[in-house]
């Protein structure tokens, strides 16, 4: 296989391989693994791409997303070769124009990139869709996540401190990929509801703010847990607040059990948390109000307004399964100006 | 806090000697009247970048 890439010459020793990736700016901080010509040719061979194909020119610098590029990051990141039709297709999902990519790659705001694994290849690969998914343990979300970060910085670009501005960051732009729990909920899955088949793969990928808990372990319907939900939600300051675009609500499976014996499903789940989740306007700075008022369309019109939706439209809450035991759900804001996609892998697993 | 982050965008675009004008950061969460200010210290500037020729090197 013939890869185009510069070769350099590196000390086998770990500390100087992390010294010479930190001093170009390739890095995140931690150790890599080294892309040797051999481990990205893997990499490239599993894709089932050829090296110099291009699936776009990523924003701000416009690096071109060849395989081989990909291949480079994922190796160095510590994937599994058959990790990459994951990234590949990550890769093409931010380039929909839903996405708004070129924003979030240089905002001030604290954003991170999500990315959520659908169907049999999350058996496949590994990735974790249970207890702790967001944190440390697996090696697949671990890594896939974290090359997810490599390529849009390293191909991209968008460079800590210099050409990725963001205030605080965020502690999932070291890594940030999980499963969905398909198995915890009798309902569709999220790539299901938006069109793909069951025995499909498919990735999500969500420019997500920092995460907030919702601790229900007192309410005994399904109802009580929604309204938990709905007012974590309600936050004045937050993007979708003055923005709308999409929420993220991730439901864990004992919230799921009590929901689905009340009856609840996913339309009625995402109505209840479009009225219920809806900011009341005297929580809001007054000039913070204007600013919303000035850039929603939904909210100009109106003259009194009592209370502002945190989102575009009811289906734009992105509601999926995930996570394991405990009375507990997540609710994640995003950019605001930004919405969710999802893409089928073409790939096929056996889980 | 941009001018850097606009210039290699610039340069990535194949701009290299793209003329940038800037303003002081930030330009939210200031009165207008700052905003106006701001804008009249760069107006000529943004005229003479506008109206100038750019240089040799991205000629063609």
Redesign the interface.
Known sequence: MKLASTRHEVAESPLELLEYVMERGWGDGLPVIPPTEERVAAMVEASGRPPEESRGRIP???GDATIEKIAVNAAMAGCEPEYMPVLVTAVDAIFDPIYNLPGVQ?TTNCIAQLIVVHGPARGALGINCRENLFGQGWRANATIGRAFRFILQNIG?AKPG??D?STFGHQGKFSSCIGENEEASPWPPLHVERGLERSDSAVTVIAVDPHIMVNDAASTDGEGVLQSIASSMMQAGSNNALFGGEMVVVLGPEHVDMLVRDGWDPPRIRAFLYERGRVPTFLFAPANLERARGRRDDLMAQEDLQSVPVVDDVDSICLFVAGGLGKHSLVIPTFGNTHSVTRKMDFSFTD | ??E??GR??AR??GFAGLPIVSIPHPITGIPLDTVHAHADEILESVAESLTQSPPPEDEG
């Open positions: 701000h610098l416009f240089g670009g210099d050409t501005r | 806090m941009f850097a982050f290699k965008k990535a675009l």
